[in-house]
């Protein structure tokens, strides 16, 4: 077998396409220029060819493919750069031949030389992207209430507001502003570009049309909003005599507990509306402690994105950190990224603004990981304690008890987004 792996080329994307297609089941769309790789460019991709082979239009057969977005997220209140992992697929007759173990080695070290010292993806499979390193950085939690359990504790007070329904073009501008604030000092949002917003969030393509039109709820005046809600709303989605209507809301974002409020009280005045669903909520989402019978939303909880650490030193030195604080941590085992092997001293200021100082030194470590565990703890996902209690981390009660300080997120991880 005699295979190259490269980045595809403009006229090779097709194979991309149609990889998705076949490696997803139709369900990001069929054909070359499916909804699953709508947008990404060549330079993205990395892939195995087979020399050896062709497809129907003569070119070198792709065998397994794969691309990495150029995202921004938020790390504890701080921007820095992420490899957004995609469209992994190979094909069923050259699986078990290490083709993705190749293109991750060779990915990672590309993407450190960029920049982007995390990695991250939603996984089709744990077990596949386990073995590279990668763990769970967020969860979602789904709700689905009928608009007559919308009962709230707190009765409309001067802490709510107005809510106005608009179409998405008109107050795009208006709740990015919104969006911006809401994700500063959060944990694996992504910054929007306006293609993202358009291509996703907005999009009323693809799967969504069967939604319905795409809408959008704002809390408070148009030129300050306080909060605002993306949603769509279609009849014949639930079986019932009087509310066969569902509202699916897409975005969620408030800059206080009264916007939630306001926004919720909302879909309660949509009287033929049996079902409120919402697929993508973050596990801290007040709606639980506002509902009079938190019950009805019927929430449950789901694994969501993955992260892997492909730069170690740089990833710790441009996360945000609460407090002020010294933490030596040694990585081993990781052969992958060998360069994050080895043991690092993490000095913080104690301001999520600024940045924390990581060195290589020769001291004794405070606890002791590996590159997968240091992700689920790197993301707020999981205590130090917790992988303790595991065996995923070694350490000293006192390491472990500061590192459970040192990595404790403001808010719980999320990402809203599907790439």
């Avoid at 300050?224 to 769509?232: D, I, K, L």
């Avoid at 697929?279 to 019950?295: F, G, H, I, K, V």
Wanted: charged share 20%.
């Amino acid at each position: 077998m005699d295979i190259d792996i490269r980045p595809a080329s403009a006229e090779e994307m097709g194979q991309l396409g149609l990889m998705a297609s076949y490696s997803y089941g139709g369900a990001f769309g069929d054909g070359e220029d499916n909804i699953a790789v709508s947008g990404t460019r060549p330079e993205w991709t990395l892939c195995a060819f087979d020399r050896q082979a062709e497809d129907e239009n003569a070119r070198p057969l792709m065998a397994t493919s794969y691309a990495a977005f150029p995202f921004t997220i938020r790390a504890n209140g701080r921007a820095m750069a992420m490899a957004g992992i995609s469209i992994v697929g190979t094909r069923p007759e050259y699986r078990r031949r290490g083709l993705l173990r190749q293109i991750m080695t060779r990915a990672f070290a590309e993407q450190r030389e960029r920049g982007q010292s995390v990695a991250g993806l939603w996984a089709s499979q744990a077990a596949i992207y386990q073995r590279y390193g990668f763990a769970p950085a967020g969860m979602n939690r789904e709700y689905a209430i009928d608009t007559v359990d919308i009962a709230l504790m707190s009765e409309p007070s001067q802490d709510t507001y107005s809510v106005s329904r608009h179409r998405p073009m008109a107050v795009l501008n208006d709740i990015r502003e919104v969006y911006k604030t809401f994700i500063a000092k959060r944990t694996g949002y992504l910054h929007r570009g306006k293609s993202l917003w358009l291509n996703a969030v907005l999009s009323e393509e693809g799967g969504s049309a069967a939604d319905g039109p795409v809408y959008v709820a704002i809390a408070g005046p148009k030129d300050s909003p306080q909060g605002y809600a993306v949603y769509t709303l279609r009849a014949g989605q639930v079986k019932h005599a009087s509310r066969p209507q569902e509202i699916k809301i897409r975005d969620f974002a408030w800059l206080n507990t009264g916007a939630v409020q306001s926004l919720w009280q909302f879909f309660a005045r949509h009287d033929l509306v049996g079902r409120v669903s919402w697929a993508n909520a973050p596990m801290d989402d007040p709606a639980q402690s506002l509902m009079m019978e938190p019950r009805m939303l019927h929430a449950r909880d789901s694994e969501a994105t993955w992260w892997r650490i492909v730069d170690v030193a740089t990833a710790l030195s441009q996360r945000g950190y609460d407090h002020e604080s010294r933490l030596v941590l040694s990585i081993a085992g990781d052969d992958l990224a060998p360069w994050n092997n080895g043991t690092w001293r993490i000095d913080t200021p104690g301001y999520p603004e600024e940045e924390a100082r990581v060195t290589a030194t020769d001291e004794v470590p405070d606890i002791r990981l590996s590159v997968r565990a240091l992700a689920g703890l790197y993301s707020g996902m999981y205590s130090a304690r917790t992988l303790a209690n595991w065996g995923q981390l070694a350490g000293s009660q006192q390491g472990i008890a500061i590192a459970d300080r040192l990595f404790t997120t403001t808010f719980a991880p999320h990402c809203p987004d599907h790439y």
